[in-house]
């Protein structure tokens, strides 16, 4: 292993054990309903994820980076793999939603 490749793996290593130490980033919020989709705009009249269908439940969801009406925009972290392949979702990828 070279020096970039330790520094790297000493970063993730790191933050994993940060975030076993403190509640509040280990206990992220997560998508609780079936059915729920993600969308594009605060009016909610947009899919983000059109192609993907509804997100999973138990996908983390970052903090509200701002609220509209009853609308929350976040970002999302595809960890359960639900936008990859010919699903992919390009909103959610490059930004929140």
């Not at 903090?63 to 990859?84: G, N």
Request: charged share 20%; net charge positive.
């Amino acid at each position: 292993m070279n020096a970039e490749g330790a520094r790297h793996i000493r970063r993730y290593l790191d933050a994993f054990f940060n975030a076993m130490t403190n509640d509040a980033a280990f206990y992220l919020p997560v998508v609780v309903r079936t059915g729920t989709h993600l969308r594009a705009d605060a009016d909610g009249t947009r899919e983000a994820c059109p192609q993907g269908g509804s997100a999973r439940v138990g996908t983390p969801v970052g903090p509200a980076l701002s609220r509209e009406h009853a609308m929350s925009q976040a970002f999302v972290l595809d960890a359960l793999w639900r936008w990859t392949g010919p699903r992919q979702c390009d909103a959610i990828l490059k930004g929140p939603a």
